[in-house]
T-cell receptor, first 114, second 115 residues
Framework: SQTIHQWPATLVQPVGSPLSLECTVE??????LYWYRQAAGRGLQLLFY??????ISSEVPQNLSASRPQDRQFILSSKKLLLSDSGFYLC?????????????FGSGTQLSVL | QQQVKQSPQSLIVQKGGISIINCAYE??????FPWYQQFPGKGPALLIA?????SEKKEGRFTISFNKSAKQFSLHIMDSQPGDSATYFC??????????????FGPGTRLSVLP
């Protein structure tokens, strides 16, 4: 069965510090991978998606970047965090090119930038 | 055109009552409409989904009603229980030309079921 792992679960970082959040998927090949952000009490904002290794598309301009060094690994990074980067970050995956449109989310990382 | 509207923003229901959450979309290219349930501090989990070729789908106490002509769909939770208290997101998706799916989420509804 497929599983998605996301870590860390919580993170407190000072303004100006770097960020690295990691997500891995098991049990499937060549998944579409996504990073979403959820502000407190708000909806889901798509940040990045990837259809393959090294292929990253950004949905909104921001202080963040994403990388996909391996087929089932997706990393969200920042060189210098801003206060506005605080939020709940969710990694997700879906099956590439199939008719199964289900989107599966990780357990999320609560990031607080102080 | 990519927006999915969702109402109400919050909902309080007595145990045993019916919870109803409504969503509306504009883009007729959407071809898949899932609902996600999210508990505090957790990622959203797929609850139930429907395609536009059917008007209703039921799974246990959860039912999606779909009105293609009105471009609206709704989630009904029958016999609501305190354990159903969560945030519910509707979504719409379509296949993009170069990759799998493009998902658009509603802003969410926070449901509280009182014991």
């Amino acid at each position: 069965s497929q599983t998605i792992h996301q870590w860390p679960a919580t993170l407190v970082q000072p303004v100006g510090s770097p960020l690295s959040l990691e997500c891995t998927v098991e049990g499937t090949s060549n998944p579409n991978l996504y990073w979403y952000r959820q502000a407190a009490g708000r909806g889901l904002q798509l940040l990045f998606y990837s259809v393959g290794i090294g292929q990253i598309s950004s949905e909104v301009p921001q202080n963040l970047s994403a990388s996909r060094p391996q087929d089932r690994q997706f990393i969200l990074s920042s060189k210098k965090l801003l206060l506005s980067d605080s939020g709940f970050y969710l990694c997700a995956w879906s099956v590439f090119g199939g008719t199964n449109e289900k989107l599966f989310f990780g357990s999320g990382t609560q990031l607080s930038v102080l | 055109q990519q927006q999915v509207k969702q109402s109400p923003q919050s909902l309080i229901v007595q145990k045993g009552g019916i919870s109803i959450i409504n969503c509306a979309y504009e883009n007729t290219a959407f071809d898949y409409f899932p609902w996600y349930q999210q508990f505090p501090g957790k990622g959203p989990a797929l609850l139930i989904a429907i395609r536009p070729d059917v008007s209703e789908k039921k799974e246990g106490r959860f039912t999606i009603s779909f009105n293609k002509s009105a471009k609206q769909f709704s989630l009904h939770i029958m016999d609501s229980q305190p354990g159903d208290s969560a945030t519910y997101f509707c979504a719409a998706s379509m296949k993009k030309s170069n990759y799998g799916q493009n998902f658009v989420f509603g802003p969410g509804t926070r449901l509280s079921v009182l014991p």
